[in-house]
């Protein structure tokens, strides 16, 4: 079986010198300018882990690699005036807002969130934008629609959380029209890639972290196939990839020593081996390379 793979800084249908028609610019990001941490703040201010995971996601949004994959994402998701489109693991609603924008007039978004205080950060940040847009509380794998609600569908990041999620998907399914965009992206955590020897400690630490971080750690790799079980059409799999040399960042972004201290709690790395790798961690190093791929998988409802 052919799987169709296209990079994720190039969106389908589009030639590399030629920009998506619907790609939002930094003069109409949704993440207002105040909130965007200080690019050109210190070293040292970035080395403290985000105080909350409304601070995190601001923090994932700043990061270039993360604005190139949702663009593919929205362009994927093809938004137009009238869509009634859903937003699966909302957060702040930054991604919901920025599709709001593009189903006005007539069309709305409807952004699901597990977590309250999330949602109460995204009605906060969208009321003075009077867009066509609502959160509400809600589960994938019980959405709380009639059947054949939604145009479209998207989910970033969300997948490797949910518990079970064919019965997630089957979900989408139903409450989507015919011919519908189902556009969802995730990690895969064992492809994190850490330039710290020796490479054996690295390996187990990875592959613990793979295992117990989230509920699907090989969610990444595993979204085409359940698509394809989903009875979705026309399957294909952009690859997105962040890459840094930065410790201190690939640190905040994929909390690589929270990793190495619970592989430590797992009696997976010893006192030694912990000891050593985080102390690699720290240490200015100039060969310093960590990287990790997920893949952005768009289907089309029967």
Not at 8 to 32: I, L, V, Y
Not at 191 to 220: F, K, S, Y
Not at 251 to 270: G, Q
Not at 271 to 279: F, G, K, S
Request: include cysteine; charge should be neutral.
């Amino acid at each position: 079986m052919n799987v169709e793979s296209r990079s994720a800084d190039r969106p389908p249908d589009q030639s590399p010198d030629r920009a998506p028609d619907r790609t939002p610019d930094r003069a109409t990001d949704p993440t207002p300018a105040d909130r965007r941490p200080d690019r050109a703040s210190s070293h040292d201010a970035r080395t403290a882990e985000p105080a909350s995971p409304v601070a995190y996601l601001d923090m994932v949004l700043a990061e270039d690699t993360a604005q190139a994959y949702k663009r593919v994402m929205l362009e994927l998701l093809q938004p137009r005036a009238g869509d009634c489109v859903l937003d699966i693991g909302c957060g702040t609603g930054d991604d919901a807002r920025a599709v709001a924008r593009l189903v006005a007039p007539g069309g709305r978004v409807i952004g699901l969130d597990t977590d309250v205080r999330m949602l109460a950060e995204a009605w906060r940040r969208s009321a003075p934008l009077r867009l066509p847009l609502e959160f509400r509380v809600g589960r994938a794998e019980r959405l709380e629609f009639e059947d054949g609600t939604f145009s479209a569908c998207r989910s970033d990041r969300v997948w490797q959380h949910v518990p079970n999620p064919d019965r997630a998907l089957a979900e989408v399914v139903r409450v989507s029209r015919p011919r519908a965009r189902i556009v969802i992206a995730d990690v895969d955590w064992d492809l994190l890639a850490i330039n710290i020897e020796p490479r054996g400690v690295t390996r187990r630490i990875v592959a613990h972290l793979c295992d117990t971080r989230a509920a699907q750690g090989w969610m990444g790799r595993q979204l085409h196939g359940r698509f394809r079980q989903a009875g979705l059409t026309d399957v294909a799999v952009w690859p997105s990839t962040f890459a840094t040399s930065d410790r201190v960042t690939a640190d905040r972004l994929w909390k690589l020593r929270s990793a190495a201290e619970a592989a430590h709690a797992a009696a997976v790395i010893d006192d030694h081996e912990l000891a050593a790798w985080t102390d690699a961690l720290d240490r200015p190093n100039p060969t310093f390379f960590a990287a990790i791929t997920g893949f952005i998988v768009r289907g089309i409802t029967p």
